[in-house]
């Protein structure tokens, strides 16, 4: 037997002694992924047209043209359609009735 084989041999039975104690070290974890879809992009203007509106929501809100409520459900509004994050800030009074509010 050559040089090169006997090192591979070895070295295969030293990786798999390594992988049998880490095995033996580590607890089996259920992990769940679930997979969403991003919009095509002919939803991208349909997402920035509802983001338009969900700004709209919060200025008519800041002039006390709207209630917190209705401001949050435009906001829900935005998210359940479009499944996109929502990066815009939110006053004190949109964000409580945005996470007490189903």
Known sequence: M???????ILSTILLGCDRSQARSHTADTSMVFVETQSPPLADSAFSARL????RLALQAHSRGLITA??????A???????HRSLSIPLDSDVAHAFINNP
């Open 2 to 8: 050559g040089l090169r084989a006997s090192i591979a």
């Open 69 to 74: 409520d209705s401001a949050a459900k435009v």
């Open 76 to 82: 829900k509004d935005y998210l359940d359609r479009t």
């Open 51 to 54: 983001l338009d509106t969900v």
